[in-house]
């Protein structure tokens, strides 16, 4: 079954702090992985992709890496500030047998606070 | 270029009652996605249209939930008779046609439904 599941389900940082973000999946067949982050009252904002030969990508202060033998993604943010206080959604795009059309699977987040 | 359009914006309405929302996605955009996010979780996708057919909605509630999407462009999402474990925030959410490698999907800033 396309599981993805995220931990910690919540997290608190003092500001300028850094913190790691988990996601593991067991979904196949694997197309790209992304991370979005969702602020309170709005929809997601994608802040990384990454597909199946990239290990590590950067956004800014949010560093992703993906080890796609182990199935595990990791989202890192550095000096944290106040703005980061929002969830972060791990995203996994599988393709369908057939079909060019992909179908993503959402974790439920991490929802991250960041205190001053 | 302008983001994907949502309203309204809140909704509040009794158990049996019914309830429309209305989403205007990016132009040019083929694909467009209704999903429900229900508090704490991520998003769960209710149906898939490319231009104006539907493409996936083996998780929609047929049974009470309706879309359509005439003309290819702006979408509707009805619940009749709504219950109350339907209270969630609805998602319209946006792509160019989607490719085996990765397509990016735009978010609106969701219909938060209340039935009480």
């Known amino acids: 079954k396309n599981r993805v599941e995220q931990s910690p389900q919540s997290l608190i940082i003092l500001e300028g702090k850094n913190c790691t973000l988990q996601?593991?999946?067991?979904?196949?067949?694997?197309?790209?992985l992304r991370w979005y982050k969702q602020d309170t009252g709005r929809g997601p904002v994608s802040l990384t992709i990454?597909?199946?030969?990239?290990n590590t990508k950067s956004n800014g202060r949010y560093t992703a890496t993906l080890d796609a033998d182990t199935k595990q993604s990791s989202l890192h943010i550095t000096a944290s500030q106040l703005s980061d206080s929002a969830s972060y959604i791990c995203?996994?795009?599988?393709?369908?047998?057939?079909?060019?059309?992909?179908?993503?699977?959402f974790g439920r987040g991490t929802q991250l606070t960041v205190w001053p | 270029e302008a983001g994907v359009a949502q309203s309204p914006r809140y909704k509040i309405i009794e158990k049996r009652q019914s309830v429309a929302f209305w989403c205007n996605p990016i132009?040019?955009?083929?694909?467009l996605y209704w999903y429900q996010q229900i508090l704490g979780q991520g998003p769960k996708l209710l149906i898939q249209?490319?231009?104006?057919?539907?493409?996936?909605d083996s998780q929609l509630p047929k049974d009470r939930f309706s879309a359509e999407r005439l003309k290819g462009v702006d979408s509707t999402l009805k619940i009749q008779p709504a219950k109350l474990e339907d209270s969630a925030v609805y998602l319209c959410?946006?792509?160019?046609?989607?490719?085996?490698?990765?397509?990016?999907?735009?978010f609106g800033p969701g219909t938060r439904l209340t039935v009480t």
């Open positions: 132009s040019g955009h083929a694909t």
């Open positions: 990454m597909t199946f030969s990239e």
């Open positions: 959410a946006s792509s160019h046609v989607p490719g085996a490698a990765s397509y990016e999907q735009y």
């Open positions: 996601c593991n999946y067991t979904v196949s067949p694997f197309s790209n």
């Open positions: 995203v996994v795009s599988a393709v369908r047998r057939g079909s060019t059309l992909g179908r993503l699977y």
């Open positions: 249209f490319q231009n104006n057919g539907v493409v996936d």
